[in-house]
């Protein structure tokens, strides 16, 4: 099948879309800041660079595209056109995505994974993280009472 878009439409389109501050992250991360947890964001020094990292907890959180992991929901499909390429590149970003939790395993880090078609169900997210990452730490349960931003969303 022939892709519906110019060469220069195509390419103005996957320019746009981005790899950080998405809209599913950003339902993630306004979700689990309201539940109480606190974490940072984007380690680059941490293997695959997770969406949300929890130091205290040795977690993070990667929060994926469906179509650009290869899910296996609906939005998860490839397309139809230039399977030549599509295939392989999905492929090798599923592949990475596994060298990457391995990595952070070997690291002592625990990772979980959610996807885009999940961040459009709040309650389903919301269980996932808790069974992930326990409960939220309140000031009379350990967690540091401090005035500045740390204690918030750190970029």
């Known amino acids: 099948m022939t892709d519906t878009r110019s060469p ?12 950080k501050h998405t809209g599913p992250e950003m339902v993630v991360r306004k979700l689990a800041h309201s539940l109480g947890y ?6 680059k ?22 179509f650009w992991h290869g899910h296996g929901c609906a939005k998860g499909k490839p397309p139809k056109s ?12 599923k592949e990475r995505d596994i ?3 391995k990595r952070l395993g070997e690291l002592g880090w625990e990772s979980l994974t959610l996807w ?8 389903v997210v ?11 730490r309140t000031r009379a349960n350990g967690a ?12």
């Open 82 to 93: 230039r399977p030549e390429f599509w295939v392989p590149k999905i492929e090798g970003n």
């Open 116 to 123: 885009q078609c999940e961040s459009k169900n709040l309650s």
């Open 45 to 66: 020094d941490l293997p695959g660079k997770p969406d949300l990292v929890f130091p205290s907890r040795r977690r993070v959180v990667f929060v994926h595209g469906c």
């Open 8 to 19: 220069e439409q195509r390419r103005r389109i996957m320019q746009s879309v981005g790899q």
């Open 99 to 101: 060298r990457a939790e």
């Open 126 to 136: 919301t269980e996932k993280l808790v069974a992930f990452l326990g409960p939220p």
């Open 38 to 43: 606190r974490f940072r964001l984007h380690r």
């Open 144 to 155: 540091a009472s401090r005035g500045d931003r740390s204690v918030g969303i750190d970029e």
